[in-house]
C-alpha cells in the first residue's frame, strides 16, 4: 500500500554524478513537499534537498550548486541530480513527502534508502 521507493544509487568516483529517483505510492493524503535527506557513517541524518508544490526549494549548504532537486507535480515523482560528487556525499539518501508546506515540518513516510558511494 503505501510506500515511498528510492532507486539511482550506486558507486561514482569523485567527480561524478548520479541521479536519484523517488515515487510514492498509496500514501493517502496530496503530497506538498517531497525531501531528499541522508546519513552519513557516524553522522546524523541530514535534509540534503526538498520541494515544496509551490516550487520552493531547500539545500544543505553542502550540496548547493551541485545537486538540483526537481519534481513532477501531477505525479508523486521526484529526483535529484548530483554532480560533482564528493567522498563526503557518500551516504544512505532516504526520500520522505509530507503534507505540509514547511520544510521545518515532519516527514512523514520515508522510504528504506538508497546507498551512495563516492570514492576519492
Known amino acids: 500500500q503505501a510506500d515511498v521507493v528510492e532507486s539511482g544509487g550506486g558507486l561514482v568516483q569523485a567527480g561524478g554524478s548520479l541521479r536519484l529517483s523517488c515515487e510514492a505510492f498509496g500514501i493517502g493524503f496530496t503530497i506538498n513537499t517531497m525531501t531528499w535527506h541522508r546519513q552519513a557513517p557516524g553522522k546524523q541524518r541530514e535534509l540534503v534537498a526538498g520541494?515544496?508544490?509551490?516550487?520552493?526549494?531547500k539545500y544543505a549548504d553542502s550540496v548547493q550548486g551541485r545537486f538540483t532537486i526537481s519534481r513532477i507535480y501531477d505525479k508523486d515523482m521526484m529526483y535529484m541530480q548530483m554532480d560533482s560528487l564528493k567522498p563526503e556525499d557518500t551516504a544512505v539518501y532516504f526520500c520522505?513527502?509530507?503534507?505540509?508546506?514547511?520544510?521545518?515540518?515532519?516527514?512523514?513516510?520515508w522510504g528504506q534508502g538508497t546507498q551512495v558511494t563516492v570514492s576519492s
Open positions: 520541494i515544496n508544490s509551490f516550487g520552493r526549494t
Open positions: 520522505a513527502v509530507s503534507r505540509y508546506s514547511d520544510f521545518q515540518m515532519p516527514s512523514e513516510y
